[in-house]
C-alpha cells in the first residue's frame, strides 16, 4: 500500500500542463548553471534569451544556443571555496541526512558489497529508496528486502525529513524504525540530530522499541574529501557510554561518484580488539541539483 500511495503522489505531483517560460533577465552577464533533462550540467555567463532559446558563453569563450525544451533549471553560481558539493548530501553513512532528495535524483549504493539498493527523488520533497540482500547460497525469497519513503523539506539554514524503513527477513520477520531527522550548516560542514523508534513483528502484532536518538555531522577537509561521523544513543536499557555505537568515516567523492570508508566502534569494542570496517559507495545519476 506504500508503494502504491508514493506512485499516486508521483503522478499528481508531475501531472498538468505547462506554464509561460521563465525569465532569467535578472540572470543576464552572471555566471549560471544550467541543468538540463537529460542530467547533463553546464556553465557559463547568460548572455540572452527569448521564447525559444537562452544562450550562454563559456568560460573558454564559446557561445551556446539552448532549446528551453531541453532546461531543467537555471540558477546563478555563486562564489565558493570548492567548485560541487557532496552528491550524497542525503546521507551520513547508515542514516539520512535533514535534506531529501531532489527531483530527478537518484543513486545506486552498496554496502558491505552484499546490500546494493537504489534511491531516487519522486519530488523534491518524497523520494524512495529500496534494496535487498545478495548473499551467496541464500535463495532470492530468503533474501533481506528492504523499504525505506521518505518525506522532506529544505529550510533556510537546514533541513528536516521523516520516514520509515521496513526490513523484511524470511516470511515471519519484520523490522524497521520510523525516524524523524533535522540538520543544520551547509554542504561542506552539517550537524545532524534525529530520533526513532524500531519496531518488529510478534505473533501478537508489534513490539515498539523505546527511543533511538541520532547525533551526527560532517566536515569538509578538501574538494574530493569529508570526515563524517555517526552516533546513536539507545535507551531502554542502562545507560553506559561504553556501550552505544559511534562511527568515524572518511567520505571520497567527485560530482557523481562517492564511497566511504570507515569504522563503527564502542568502548568495549576497542578493549577487545579492532573496530568493524563500515565500507560503502554510490554512483549518483539523473538531476544533481545541490540544495546548498
Not at 535524483?105 to 531516487?120: E, I, L, N, R, W
Not at 524497521?176 to 551547509?186: R, T
Request: net charge positive.
Amino acid at each position: 500500500m506504500n508503494v502504491a500511495f508514493m506512485l499516486v503522489v508521483f503522478f499528481l505531483c508531475n501531472s498538468g500542463v505547462e506554464g509561460k517560460e521563465a525569465d532569467y533577465r535578472g540572470l543576464k552577464s552572471r555566471k549560471v548553471q544550467v541543468v538540463l533533462k537529460s542530467g547533463r550540467e553546464i556553465t557559463g555567463y547568460l548572455m540572452g534569451q527569448d521564447s525559444l532559446r537562452v544562450w550562454l558563453r563559456t568560460q573558454d569563450g564559446l557561445k551556446i544556443e539552448i532549446s528551453r525544451r531541453n532546461i531543467e533549471s537555471i540558477a546563478e553560481v555563486k562564489s565558493r571555496k570548492y567548485g560541487f558539493d557532496d552528491p550524497n548530501y542525503s546521507r551520513l553513512l547508515f542514516s539520512p541526512t535533514g535534506w531529501p532528495l531532489g527531483k530527478g535524483h537518484g543513486y545506486f549504493s552498496d554496502t558491505y558489497v552484499f546490500f546494493p539498493s537504489v534511491a531516487y527523488g519522486l519530488t523534491d520533497n518524497i523520494s524512495l529508496l529500496g534494496g535487498f540482500s545478495v548473499f551467496p547460497g541464500v535463495s532470492f525469497r530468503d533474501q533481506i528486502y528492504f523499504l525505506a519513503p521518505r518525506i522532506g523539506t529544505r529550510l533556510k539554514k537546514g533541513a528536516i525529513s521523516a520516514g520509515f524503513l521496513w526490513v523484511s527477513a524470511g516470511k515471519k520477520h519484520r523490522y524497521g524504525i520510523v525516524y524523524g531527522v533535522g540538520s543544520v550548516g551547509e554542504g561542506d560542514r552539517s550537524l545532524t540530530f534525529g530520533i526513532g523508534f524500531g519496531y518488529a513483528s510478534k505473533e501478537s502484532g508489534y513490539e515498539i522499541s523505546d527511543p533511538i536518538f541520532l547525533a551526527g555531522g560532517n566536515l569538509r577537509l578538501s574538494s574530493h574529501i569529508s570526515l563524517l561521523t555517526e552516533n546513536w544513543l539507545i535507551t531502554g536499557h542502562p545507560f553506559d557510554l561504553k556501550s552505544e555505537p559511534y562511527s568515524l568515516a572518511l567520505r571520497f567523492f567527485g560530482r557523481r561518484l562517492s564511497a566511504d570508508l570507515g569504522i563503527i566502534f564502542n568502548y568495549s569494542i576497542l578493549e577487545k580488539g579492532f573496530p568493524i570496517p563500515w565500507l560503502s559507495f554510490a554512483y549518483h545519476f539523473g538531476r544533481i541539483q545541490s540544495p546548498f
